[in-house]
């Protein structure tokens, strides 16, 4: 027994190798530019909005975009078909304001991605003259300055693909339970927020808050080929990255919030239909990357519990799972700065990492889903 715990210990030990140096890697780039420069006035973006049944949450949306005035752009919401009030309030707001336009998408394909469907109504009905193409979702509020700050930096960086790092916003206290956890498993995998690279095995990627050069979106033939993504952010973004742009998820000066979720049961319902993020990956690194999540992430807890429980555990196990749980903690305290407000449950979330890793591995075996009501089924885009 204990040669086979023992040999616990070392894959662990080697999976933790991968991901510490994945961290290491990430801490050792140059930091990308942080500096504003000065954005010509005629730099022109299209921000896109894809909706579908968001009359709760747009106003909010809306009005954020709305006090984007030290930038030219225009502003494209994206209906695909929705039956409760989104279209009227969209058509109020672009009374109010010019910049704004309401497009009707009608309704995505059989098990295509809605959202992949909007965004590509979006950019061919977006002004030719745009050299750069703004996603944002129905559920973000952006500050004033979001838009000029993503412009300055995609400039200053010479950055294909843009994304802002948004701050949670969680509507529910049992959330703080679970969505850390979720959001967790990506730094594992991918490591924390703040470099820019080519790499598509290190991309991260938002498509909430996300800036392209529309010449990238021209390279990989913009959004149409993803239709069938459950991640199309990060399938662009890694396409993208694959042919040589420079790919980055950053902490912006500027606020970008959002809210996901209304509760946890949506959380656990919804969120793990993405994260897996196979897409634009091979099987091997995405299960690589859920073995990073399920034997750093999630087991030293475990195991933490069982030898308080009284079972006798051999001394390099205990002493693995002992390192990587403060590892563990560490991620814990570095992912708190991205909720806003914080309540004090979101220091218990680690519990529920177990339950979400199991989320994760059966989602990635699924090939159809449920959002909104449709289905979806996964696929490969070229």
Partial sequence: MNV???????VQTMFAVRVIDRFRRIASRSTPDQTQPIVDG???MSVVVPVLNESRRLT?????LAAQSDVNIEILIVD???TDNTVALARKAALDDPRIRVITAGEAPPTTNGKVHNLEAGLQAADPSSRFIVTVDADVHLTASVCRELLSRAISNEAGILSVATRQQLQSLDTFLLHPSMLTTLVYRFGPPG????????????GQCMIIRRDVLDAVGGFAPFRHAIAEDFAIARKA???????????????????MYASASDTWNNW???????????????????????????????????RLLGARLPGPLVVVNAALFLLRLGVLIGTARAYRPRSPLFWLSPLSDGPVTFALWRSLLRKDHQWRGRSVSRGNAP
């Fill in 80 to 82: 695909g078909g929705s």
């Fill in 42 to 44: 005629d730099t022109r």
């Fill in 195 to 206: 470099m820019l690279t080519s790499d598509p095995d290190l991309v991260q990627a938002n």
């Fill in 272 to 306: 793990p239909r993405s994260l897996p993020l196979p897409e634009q990956q091979s099987s091997r690194r995405t299960i690589l990357g859920l073995c990073d999540v399920s034997l750093i992430q999630t087991l030293p807890l475990l195991m933490i519990g069982v």
């Fill in 4 to 10: 086979t715990l023992n040999s616990v210990a070392i």
């Fill in 60 to 64: 909010r949306c809306l009005a954020g």
């Fill in 241 to 259: 990255a694959s042919i040589g742009y420079h790919v980055g998820l950053l902490e912006f000066d500027s606020d970008a919030t959002v809210a």
